[in-house]
């Protein structure tokens, strides 16, 4: 079972703000899963190969020809609700 | 109304060839049938009702004009709101995209868009494609036709449903677990998960990387052969795409399966799933026994594990794709002013996503962090492997393997979604087909006594859909 503790830190780590309620609900049901995964470590894997793709594709080449973007520039800044600066996004202040 | 929009694809085709009745007219049927029912079962998020009138107008003239038209054209569709639909909404069911449009279409749009096809609209999903009931939606859930009380299944529920209900002729899904076939199966109809990477994903928001996949449902296996010609192949926008000739799916709807041999896997039939979900899939095995196919047992022991797998690597993956969702190049910035920069995100992403969202990220952030990684994250790589292997040793004996697509038909609204444990072992009979990449395709195999639909999936050898038709067609003519 994590503690509301850990599950802050995970939030924290994850960037998502959680009410107190949050943590309580969801590190309960976090914890449920889990404690179920678990069920991974009774399998003997000793010598068995991590699989991260199924279809065996290796080294992917495409020819070196330039794809034209599907949207312009102005396009995709226009998806931001942020203020549009000098063809960029502007944020907060980051320095202090 | 002429109920044009319960005509198959081909019916459609010839009959907008025959000057029987105008593209617009097949749209208003499915517009009239979308008024009708769509208050009650929640599928569309989206209506684009007058992009979808232009395009069919433009179809209908280029009919006058006697034009020669690609068999899709003017006929009417929907898309899961997963699925970037240049200037149509895209919100992927999450308050963070509510009101994001997208300014290109995804690849299978693209490719579609060139059959001149009638897009009617987006539809309903878990936010993220993440659950299996189209509840986690903040848009409320998707009904299912057969039962207003009951889900239509996630996380496609949507698309599912409008096919299901008659309100267009077919519509594509996304399955990461099961999120196309459990929901066709919920709704009674067909739905493909093809082989991962078979259909190009660029412009689909992404869940899980190696484990994601776009295809389609339809009212019968033509349907699905036809649309899914049109959408696979190699994309160079997806590097995930092999150079896998596509083979002309419809040659498979007339093969007959005298002579193959097809697998029941035992675990799949197993205490836990419903006794009339067994008899419903048993009888199409004995159909197709008396149709020539030789019946055999098979074990895929790792099935077990196969949910555990999936609710490891799934979330790790999920974490880091939806780290891009800060609230700053897209979606919704916070609703009150953040104290800084990392307060903004914090904000953002708190606000921005759900329940199961917030859950799965952070299981994912979980078993990624040092200290979690072997033993959860390269543990369940591990495990993958195994279950790939139980496929290939099984396809060394049969052609395919045939298997109930749920444990239950359709459960109730509300019945699963405060329990995630539950809700994801709704699952256990999807999951393992994506854990290993491999093609299924849901089919309807009869109703319950209380006349719910049951499904059967088809799962076969890697690139081999063809294969899946070939099965579902034969069982489809009995």
């Known amino acids: ?96 | 109304m002429a109920n044009f929009n319960k005509l198959t694809i081909r019916q459609a085709a010839e009959g907008l060839r025959a000057k029987n009745f105008s593209a617009e007219e097949l749209l208003n049927d499915c517009l009239a049938q979308i008024k009708l029912r769509d208050k009650d079962l929640n599928a569309f998020v989206t209506l684009d009702e007058n992009g979808a009138r232009e395009q069919a107008q433009t179809v209908d003239k280029k009919l006058e004009a006697g034009e020669k038209l690609p068999l899709l054209a003017g006929i009417p569709m929907a898309v899961k709101d997963l699925i970037y639909t240049k200037g149509v909404k895209t919100t992927c069911a999450s308050p963070i995209l509510k009101d994001f449009v997208p300014p290109y279409d995804a690849t299978v749009m693209e490719m579609l868009k060139a059959q001149d096809i009638v897009m009617i609209g987006k539809t309903n999903l878990d936010e993220f494609a993440c659950g299996g009931s189209t509840e986690h939606s903040c848009f409320g859930p998707t009904k299912n036709p057969f039962d207003l009380t009951r889900v239509a299944g996630g996380s496609s529920g949507g698309s599912a449903a409008c096919v299901a209900a008659d309100m267009c002729l077919y519509s594509l899904g996304t399955d990461t677990g099961g999120s196309i076939r459990q929901p066709a199966s919920f709704c009674g109809i067909y739905g493909m998960k093809v082989t991962y990477g078979r259909v190009s994903r660029s412009g689909v928001n992404s869940m899980a990387s190696s484990w994601d996949t776009v295809g389609n449902f339809a009212r019968n296996v033509e349907d699905i052969a036809l649309v899914l010609q049109q959408i696979a192949g190699k994309d160079r926008r997806d590097m995930t795409t092999p150079d896998v000739a596509v083979p002309d799916y419809s040659s498979f709807l007339n093969k007959d399966v005298k002579g193959m041999k097809i697998g029941l896997p035992k675990e799949y039939f197993a205490e836990g799933v419903d006794p009339e979900v067994v008899a419903a899939v048993k009888n199409s095995a004995k159909k197709l026994e008396k149709l020539g196919a030789e019946i055999v047992e098979v074990s895929l022991p790792y099935t077990k594990y196969a949910v555990a797998v999936y609710y490891v690597s799934v979330p790790a993956e999920l974490s880091a794709n939806l780290e891009r969702f800060d609230g700053i190049r897209y979606g919704k910035k916070p609703s009150e002013d953040p104290a800084d920069i990392v307060d903004f995100y914090f904000k953002a992403r708190g606000e921005g996503f759900g329940d199961e969202i917030k859950r799965r990220i952070m299981i994912g952030t979980y078993v990624l962090s040092a200290g979690y990684f072997d033993a959860y994250y390269k543990k369940a790589q591990r495990v993958r492997t195994l279950i790939i292997r139980d496929f290939a040793e099984a396809f060394e004996k049969v052609d395919a393997l045939i298997a109930p697509v749920a444990p239950t038909p359709a459960f109730k609204v509300g019945e699963l979604v405060n329990d995630p444990l539950a809700m994801y072992m709704a699952d256990v009979l999807t999951i393992p087909v994506n854990a290993a990449g491999l093609p299924g395709l849901a089919c309807p195999c009869g109703v319950t006594a209380s006349g719910l639909p049951i499904g059967l999936q088809i799962i076969a050898p890697q690139f081999e859909e063809g294969r899946c038709l070939q099965v579902a067609s034969a069982l489809e003519k009995v």
């Not at chain 1, 509301?4 to 830190?9: G, L, M, R, T």
């Not at chain 1, 003997?44 to 065996?56: C, I, K, L, M, R």
């Open chain 1, 1 to 96: 079972m994590l503690t509301d503790e850990e599950v802050k830190h995970i939030a924290k780590l994850a960037r998502l703000k959680l009410s107190d309620s949050e943590v309580e609900r969801l590190g309960k049901q976090i914890s449920g899963v889990l404690d179920y995964v678990n069920i991974l470590a009774e399998v003997d894997t000793a010598g068995v190969q991590e699989t991260s793709q199924v279809t065996g594709l290796q080294n992917v080449m495409a020819d070196d020809v330039v794809l034209k973007s599907p949207a312009s520039r102005e396009e995709l800044l226009a998806c931001s609700e942020l203020p549009v600066d000098s063809k960029q996004v502007r944020v907060i202040k980051i320095m202090k």
